[in-house]
């Protein structure tokens, strides 16, 4: 399903030069929910955001569903990145509009029918539990809510492809695992091959199926998530499985219900 092959991309600055990837190789298959996790400046950020090409790769290859993505030129591009989806950390919706329209929005850019953006939309607005919020702005929303949108957003073009960057970082515990449950639900009732970049273990243990730990632009270990939790290979691999924070996010979902109950 993707595939990326010898990929590089780096940075100029008035003093050097940064290699933010480094030969990446990786193979995604299609349906897999795929974590890709990363110390802050790792490079999985830019990783995820080469592959819709919001990145320009410096060389290397991906392709995607069979298509070179990076071989494509700006009107083919345009068409491609319609079915790859892209969730956001800071959500990225117009404050100006409905979540009925920020939904929209791609369908419009798109040329769909009115009648056939307004079936899509409710259709998409109902899979993520927002019907009654349709009319609502985000500044009404909770951040929640305001994910939801933006999962809705990425969905609305039936896209092949879904990534995920750090779209659960700035949730907390108990909304987190609701959208983890969410992305789960889509991955079953599409087949949708799910890419999601992340810093925090206990979502790759809760969502994903493979994994990939990437340090200073490139890939050190790939494995099954059983793989990685059971035997990790690298130090750093070994630095994240072992990692405790104070209050473990599934026991934070814990102390959070409890407080709520009582």
């Known amino acids: 399903m993707i595939r990326i092959t010898n990929l590089n991309k780096s940075y100029v600055t008035p003093t050097s030069k940064i290699l933010a990837l480094k030969n990446i190789n990786l193979e995604i298959k299609k349906g897999d929910i795929y974590g890709i996790v990363g110390f802050s400046g790792a490079g999985k950020s830019t990783l995820i955001h080469c592959l819709n090409r919001l990145e320009e790769p410096d060389s290397g290859t991906i392709h995607i569903g069979g298509k070179e993505i990076t071989g494509l030129g700006k009107s083919d591009l345009r068409q491609a990145r319609k079915k790859i989806g892209m969730i956001f950390q800071h959500f990225n919706l117009f404050d100006s509009m409905t979540v009925f329209k920020n939904i929209a929005f791609a369908l419009e850019v798109a040329k769909y029918p009115k009648a056939e953006i307004k079936e899509r939309v409710e259709e998409i607005i109902e899979l993520v539990g927002l019907s009654d919020k349709a009319n609502a702005y985000p500044a009404q929303l909770s951040g929640g809510q305001k994910q939801r949108v933006g999962i809705a957003r990425s969905l609305a073009n039936n896209p092949e492809v879904l990534l995920s960057d750090e779209a659960t970082s700035s949730l907390d515990p108990k909304t987190t695992y609701a959208i983890l449950d969410l992305l789960q639900e889509i991955n079953r009732k599409f087949n949708l091959t799910i890419v999601l970049i992340t810093h925090e273990m206990d979502v790759l243990k809760y969502i994903c199926r493979h994994v990939a730990v990437i340090e ?16 990790p290979r690298s130090d750093t691999t070994k630095l994240f499985v072992s990692k405790k924070s104070p209050t473990p996010i599934k026991e934070k979902l814990y102390l959070e219900v409890s407080r709520d109950a009582g």
């Open 216 to 231: 200073e632009g490139e890939i050190i270990e790939t494995g099954t998530i059983d793989e990685l939790f059971s035997d």
